[in-house]
């Protein structure tokens, strides 16, 4: 499957961006979708995951309480919502796919990535 992020940006702390993540090329209901994020100097880190049907849905610790994630299966696309942005959340944000059933909660478990999105949080 082929993913294209998009919906990146420059935004002011507190404030909202909405990220989508298109896919094509195979049966998106077959996939997970992850978003993860590299920051300046970071290692890539989870941020969220939605199962195959989107009833299972996993978030770092970080987000928890400001990311939600979603997916329309008929329109083979995802997204994550992201409220009250903070400096420390600008980063590249990736989407990606994976088979595994389970909670993939890191990179290795993802078959297939986006080009990144980058999101800058200013204070």
């Known amino acids: 499957v082929q993913l294209q992020a998009s919906g990146g940006g420059l935004v002011q702390a507190g404030g909202s961006l909405t990220l989508s993540c298109a896919a094509s090329?195979?049966?998106?209901?077959?996939?997970?979708i992850g978003w993860f994020r590299q920051g300046p100097g970071k290692e890539r880190e989870f941020v969220a995951r939605?199962?195959?049907?989107?009833?299972?849905?996993n978030f770092a610790d970080l987000v928890k309480e400001r990311f939600t994630i979603s997916r329309d299966n008929d329109k083979s696309t995802a997204s994550l919502q992201m409220n009250s942005l903070k400096p420390e959340d600008t980063a590249v944000y990736y989407c990606?796919?994976?088979?595994?059933?389970?909670?993939?909660?890191?990179?290795?478990?993802?078959?297939?990535w986006g080009h990144g999105t980058q999101v800058t949080v200013s204070s």
């Open positions: 939605i199962s195959q049907g989107g009833s299972n849905r």
């Open positions: 090329g195979r049966t998106f209901s077959d996939y997970a």
């Open positions: 990606a796919a994976s088979r595994t059933r389970g909670p993939a909660l890191i990179p290795a478990w993802y078959d297939s």
